[in-house]
């Protein structure tokens, strides 16, 4: 069992950052590969990026290539989403989650463990 606590949300204009972070809970962290997934008003959540477990591979949605970028500290337990140059369409609750086969997957339902989730806005 994992708990997965987001933070890091908040309210920023159109072209600003913001840095989510996900602190994991337990000792095997370093096992599980990560995920970021955002889901925005009547829309299905939708995958924003993954991490395997070494933090060697990476893997992104269309939408957040080059402007986000995931990664981990697995002495913190801690795995981030640096987010560059948003938009307005990114405003979304971003919820992180814990795979424990390491499949680096763009699909939910390989992700047995979820966040409570943190709310980004983009004004325009």
């Known amino acids: 069992q994992v708990q997965l606590v987001e933070s890091g949300g908040g309210l920023v204009q159109a072209g600003g950052s913001l840095r989510l972070s996900c602190a994991a809970s337990?000792?095997?962290?370093?096992?599980?590969?990560m995920g970021w997934f955002r889901q925005a008003p009547g829309k299905e959540r939708e995958f924003v990026a993954a991490?395997?477990?070494?933090?060697?591979?990476?893997y992104y949605a269309d939408s957040a290539k080059g402007r986000f970028t995931i990664s981990r500290d697995n002495a913190k337990n801690t795995v981030y989403l640096q987010m560059n140059s948003l938009k307005p369409e990114d405003t979304a609750v971003y919820y992180c989650?814990?795979?424990?086969?390491?499949?680096?997957?763009?699909?939910?339902?390989?992700?047995?463990?979820w966040g409570q989730g943190t709310q980004v806005t983009v004004s325009s």
């Open positions: 989650a814990a795979d424990p086969a390491n499949r680096g997957s763009r699909k939910k339902v390989v992700y047995d463990y």
């Open positions: 337990g000792r095997t962290f370093s096992s599980y590969a």
């Open positions: 991490i395997s477990r070494s933090g060697g591979s990476t």
